[in-house]
């Protein structure tokens, strides 16, 4: 089991030396690079092969990646029962994006927002500390 060792760390940070590297979809957008709406976590391949490409060149190729990814895309939503089903139960902003353009960078970054309260709802996170360790109570 890891342990928290509280050092702050940047994404890259973490990804240093592992196979996945960030990739912004816009690189046009220079002031909104840096918000996380603009982020995708691809494989460092994937990544080195496409990286200065436009968005639209990058689009087809979201769907041979992660799920997050393949959300981009208009096909994600086509024949999907899963996912459909997942996207419509958890209400969460899922939508495609022909082009990204700034406010499509915000409105990613609101999805990303929803994800990260699901997983790491703090509601819930208090409940488990609540539980103490191997989730006795106490």
Same mark, same amino acid.
């Given at each position: 089991? @890891?342990?928290?060792?509280?050092?702050? @760390?940047?994404?890259?940070?973490?990804?240093?030396?592992?196979?996945?590297?960030?990739?912004?979809?816009?690189?046009?957008?220079?002031?909104?690079?840096?918000?996380?709406?603009?982020?995708?976590? *691809?494989?460092?391949?994937?990544?080195?092969?496409?990286?200065?490409? $436009?968005?639209?060149?990058?689009? $087809?190729?979201?769907?041979?990646?992660?799920?997050?990814?393949?959300? %981009?895309?208009? !096909?994600?939503?086509?024949?999907?029962?899963?996912?459909?089903?997942?996207?419509?139960?958890?209400?969460?902003?899922?939508?495609?994006?022909?082009?990204?353009?700034?406010?499509?960078?915000?409105?990613?970054?609101? *999805?990303?927002?929803?994800?990260?309260?699901?997983?790491?709802?703090?509601?819930?996170? %208090? !409940?488990?500390?609540?539980?103490?360790?191997?989730?006795?109570?106490?």
């Amino acid at each position: 089991m @890891k342990k928290i060792d509280g050092i702050a @760390k940047t994404v890259n940070d973490i990804l240093k030396g592992n196979r996945y590297s960030i990739d912004y979809y816009q690189r046009e957008f220079a002031e909104h690079r840096n918000l996380i709406g603009d982020l995708l976590l *691809l494989p460092k391949s994937f990544n080195a092969s496409y990286n200065d490409d $436009p968005y639209g060149k990058k689009l $087809p190729h979201y769907l041979e990646q992660n799920l997050l990814a393949r959300t %981009l895309h208009p !096909q994600a939503y086509v024949k999907n029962p899963g996912f459909l089903r997942f996207a419509d139960a958890s209400g969460l902003p899922f939508k495609p994006y022909e082009t990204f353009t700034k406010s499509s960078i915000v409105e990613r970054g609101q *999805l990303y927002r929803a994800i990260a309260l699901r997983v790491w709802n703090p509601d819930d996170l %208090l !409940q488990i500390a609540a539980l103490g360790p191997a989730g006795a109570e106490g």
